[in-house]
């Protein structure tokens, strides 16, 4: 999820009660929900390198207590703050695992059980930003400004406790897990939709259902041994297999084998799930070829994501290759 969405989880477990467990507690959860994603610096070494180290190590199983230490360590150290050890630790530790879960919700995924495995996991549940869930957080955020507002009006100046937002707290976190609940079951019926279809006469061998802003309507992907389909799918009514944009899958081609063996196309492949290949002919060079590879979940050779390419020779020669995210493709 998005750095808003893991910085006002953060402050909410702290309002609904873990800041308990240890003084300063919202700028310790606050850091630690954001903590995963320090993988931010390895942006430097470029994009390619980014998709690559990005959700690696630091979204894993094994990196959640280094994870969790860093940002008490940075709230007692830098800031000078006082901690209670193994009350912020573990509170550290719940925040660490709200941006694990908040990120296996969507579509990107994440890698958890890295070193051991590089298994992509998702639930495709949410987009990596999701608006209903900023409106929540959002209520829970100013909600409490609000109570005090009106309680100060009520009270004609009257001194009052001080409201830390405890309920506002609770009632965003909880609406989180019972939206992703919902989201779950909506998607399980999309998939089914998908899947229980014949396409071109042919079976699926894998589909996804890809969220978007109307949890009833979903970008239906489907993969057969010839092409994929995209196609949109509204719970609300009844779903044609036939309508939807097909994109065929190239012939066997040696420039495709000579791309693949390149270091831009095996890291872009360790993270395309849905991988689409394009081989066409170009005069630039001449008599060369252009190679480029799609992941199909965020986007399509019409409006490319994720993408990359090769620029091949007339004897088959790389000359270069490029990663490429939300950029028009070269013609």
């Known amino acids: 999820m998005d750095p808003l969405t893991h910085t006002a989880t953060g402050l909410f477990l702290s309002r609904a009660g873990l800041n308990r467990w240890t003084p300063n507690a919202a700028p310790i959860l606050m850091l630690a929900a954001n903590a995963p994603d320090i993988d931010i610096v390895t942006a430097s070494g470029g994009s ?7 959700r690696h190590l630091t979204h894993s199983l094994v990196a959640m207590p280094v994870m969790a ?11 000078r703050k006082q901690v209670h050890w193994t009350g912020a630790f573990l509170a550290a530790l719940i925040a660490v695992a709200s941006h694990l879960l908040l990120d296996y919700t969507n579509v990107y995924g ?12 998702r639930l495709d549940l949410t987009g990596v930003v999701d608006f209903w869930i900023w409106g929540a957080l959002l209520l829970g955020i100013v909600g409490p400004a609000l109570a005090r507002l009106v309680a ?7 001194a009052r406790t001080v409201h830390h937002g405890r309920g506002f707290a609770i009632f965003a976190l909880a609406f989180v897990f019972f939206y992703n609940s919902g989201r779950a079951v909506l998607h399980a019926r999309a998939v089914a939709a998908l899947d229980s279809r014949l396409y071109q006469g ?4 894998r589909v996804v259902a890809i969220p978007g802003f109307n949890p009833l309507r ?9 092409f994929y389909q995209v196609s949109d799918l509204d719970l609300t009514g009844s779903f044609n297999p036939a309508r939807g944009q097909l994109f065929y899958k190239p012939l066997a081609d040696p420039a495709l084998e000579i791309a693949r063996r390149t270091a831009t196309f095996q890291q872009f492949l360790a993270f395309a799930q849905f991988p689409l290949w394009s081989v ?3 005069s630039q060079p001449e008599n060369g070829k252009v190679v480029e590879l799609f992941d199909m979940r965020f986007g399509t050779p019409l409006e490319p994501g994720f993408m990359t390419r090769a620029a091949l020779d007339s004897r088959a020669t790389v000359l270069e290759t490029s990663f490429q995210f939300g950029v028009a493709r070269p013609r």
């Open 218 to 226: 979903w970008r239906g992907l489907v993969e057969t041994r010839e």
């Open 48 to 54: 390619l390198n980014y998709l690559h180290y990005h």
């Open 110 to 121: 994440i890698r958890l059980f890295l070193p051991f495995s590089s298994q992509w996991l």
């Open 69 to 79: 230490i860093l940002p008490v360590l940075l709230v007692w150290g830098v800031f």
């Open 202 to 205: 042919e079976t699926p061998t």
């Open 280 to 282: 066409r002919a170009t």
């Open 152 to 158: 100060s009006e009520i009270s004609s100046g009257k």
